[in-house]
């Protein structure tokens, strides 16, 4: 069986070398790249053509990584791609990852891209639960991810469930609190209102800010044994070398900053650090796998390295990249000062239009409120000009009735003298019809009355009618009045957007950012403050049953105020310890 395996990887290496090209698959934090590479590529050029296509000029902190049995391996830059230990079938797969971590992101990282990418590469880890994260920093590291993601909190348009299908916290911290998902939404949706204001980029570099405190961020861990026989871990940063206990990986045992590293030699299988002081005790250990210990020189010789570089006078190339970045943040400001100006210019433009919107809608009502009170006058004065019309005829009704009456006496008296009965009769008729002639006088004189007292109506609703017509005449004139003022304001913050930044703008400027620089301890104090208001704010849902072990160490290490940096001494960062840096005798031996 090994000898077959043996003829198929001897069978695809000749395949391999008849091969004019290959092809390779980068796979970063974001996207898939696939490259057609020539078979004598080095891997320094397929790392260069890689940065090239990403736009990255900060290349010194990252590599392409594979896997090789049961560990990893990064890509050697000096020598093929195809003749390293690199995975035999194609299209070949390599991680761009983040090789090497700065001591201070914030200093350090000069590109967008280059802190982009680390953004990405630590967010994974700490969710995966590769880096421990105490719930309060994970809950706040959530919260400038959303932001990071989302821009600027906005009611509105992030109403909650907007966070139900991301993943924003590691299942550890998940499962250590009686919270449901709505719950862990609410606090961090508080903390992402608070970032309003900040760039994605900002939030990003906020996120990097307090991740780089935690006590595993940039670590690399290694199974070590040392002389005696004891197994341990052995863990390699930016700052130094440390020795850790197996089941704690946050506090170290010893530590061992590079400047105070003398030498280390490499021989057989066999580590050895020899510190600075010589009266110190040497530290050796070993590692039972080639490979494993491959790694840990080359990890150990880039840390150093970089450690190096960031005492000494930055190179031309990096001070032009600082140069181009302080440019276009500048810039970025100047800009993003602009957009706030046109922004807050249309909002007021927006809330006069409204305004006037408003009073015109209030002006419609009321014309249409005195159009309607005139439409019920003038059906008032069309019932009351009946109404006298029908007085009128019953007032020439009870006249003509009268008249007969009157008649009808006058007949009776010429008959009188036909007999005393009759006379008497008819005088009977006569007393009779002359009280039925005053009724019926009395009742035309009361329907007179009331026809004029119509007719005074009548002529009132006219009155009001001509009243509600010039009402309704001026409201209209105030309407017209009203829709030009909304066009000419509505047209104002338009001719307005225009303006030119002047040089006291970009001096301005650089007084704010000085300012950003004094104010950095207090955003310290802040932060540390908003932690522990978090952590009070869960602490009565924690479950203790199911806090991990690494969970009660940091828990103690909190008490106590350890950390993997409390075995360091102040290591100089500044240009000003540089020379005495540049001294040290360190020297790697194989």
Same mark, same amino acid.
């Given at each position: 069986m090994a000898s077959a395996l043996a003829a198929k990887m001897g069978f695809n290496s000749l395949l391999r070398k008849q091969a004019k090209n290959f092809s390779v698959r980068i796979c970063t934090m974001e996207s898939d790249m696939e490259f057609n590479c020539e078979v004598k590529l080095k891997g320094k050029e397929l790392f260069d053509l890689v940065c090239r296509a990403l736009g990255l000029r900060e290349t010194w902190f990252f590599g392409l990584q594979y896997n090789v049995k049961d560990t990893v391996a990064w890509l050697k830059m000096e020598k093929r791609v195809l003749d390293q230990e690199i995975p035999k079938e194609e299209p070949i797969t390599f991680q761009f990852l983040a090789k090497f971590y700065p001591e201070n992101a914030e200093e350090e990282l000069v590109q967008d891209i280059t802190q982009h990418l680390f953004f990405l590469q630590v967010k994974k880890k700490i969710l995966d639960e590769e880096i421990h994260c105490p719930p309060e920093a994970s809950v706040l590291l959530a919260s400038y991810a959303v932001h990071a993601k989302y821009g600027d909190y906005d009611p509105g348009i992030h109403k909650p469930g907007f966070l139900a +299908? /991301? /993943?924003? @916290?590691?299942?550890?911290?998940?499962? @250590?609190?009686? *919270?449901?998902? /709505? *719950?862990? /939404? +609410?606090?961090?949706?508080?903390?992402y209102a608070q970032h309003r204001g900040r760039t994605r980029d900002e939030a990003e570099m906020e996120y990097l800010k307090i991740a780089q405190d935690l006590d595993m961020y940039g670590v690399n861990y290694f199974l070590i044994r040392n002389k005696k026989g004891t197994d341990l871990l052995l863990g390699v940063d930016a700052l130094g070398l440390h020795i850790y206990d197996l089941d704690n990986k946050l506090t170290p045992k010893c530590s061992f900053p590079w400047n105070e590293i003398r030498n280390i030699s490499y021989s057989d299988k066999e580590f050895t650090i020899k510190p600075l002081d010589k009266k110190a005790n040497v530290f050796k250990f070993n590692s039972s796998r080639l490979r494993v210990n491959k790694l840990i020189l080359q990890l150990c010789i880039g840390n150093h390295d970089l450690f190096m570089r960031r005492r000494r006078v930055d190179s031309l190339e990096v001070q032009q990249m600082k140069a181009q970045a302080r440019e276009e943040h500048a810039r970025k400001q100047v800009e993003r000062q602009r957009l706030q100006r046109e922004k807050q210019m249309r909002e007021e433009a927006e809330r006069a239009r409204n305004e006037l919107e408003r009073r015109l809608m209030h002006l419609q009502d009321e014309a249409q409120m005195a159009?309607?009170? @005139? @439409?019920r006058s003038e059906q008032t004065a069309d019932l009351l000009a009946e109404k006298a019309q029908i007085a009128e005829e019953e007032a020439k009704l009870l006249a003509e009735k009268a008249a007969e009456a009157e008649t009808e006496m006058q007949r009776i008296k010429v008959t009188a003298i036909r007999g005393q009965e009759e006379r008497r009769l008819i005088e009977q008729k006569m007393i009779q019809a002359e009280m039925l002639a005053l009724q019926m006088a009395e009742e035309s004189e009361r329907r007179a009355k009331e026809a004029e007292h119509l007719k005074q109506d009548l002529q009132e609703a006219r009155e009001s009618e001509r009243r509600a017509k010039h009402k309704l005449l001026e409201i209209m004139s105030k309407d017209v009045y009203v829709v030009r003022e909304i066009c000419s304001n509505v047209s104002t913050p338009r001719e307005n957007l225009s303006f030119e930044f002047k040089d006291t703008d970009m001096k301005r400027l650089s007084m704010e950012i000085e300012k950003e620089k004094v104010e950095y301890m207090e955003k310290s104090k802040h932060l540390q403050e908003q932690l522990n208001e978090l952590k009070t704010e869960i602490e009565s849902l924690k479950l203790k049953e199911r806090e991990t072990p690494l969970d009660i160490i940091h828990n103690q290490n909190a008490e106590q105020g350890t950390s993997k940096h409390s075995n360091f001494k102040k290591v100089p960062n500044s240009r000003h310890g540089a020379q005495i840096l540049l001294c040290l005798p360190f020297i790697i031996r194989l």
């Open positions: +299908e /991301e /993943e924003l @916290l590691p299942k550890r911290v998940i499962n @250590l609190y009686q *919270m449901t998902p /709505e *719950m862990w /939404e +609410e606090r961090i949706t508080a903390c159009n309607d009170a @005139l @439409l």
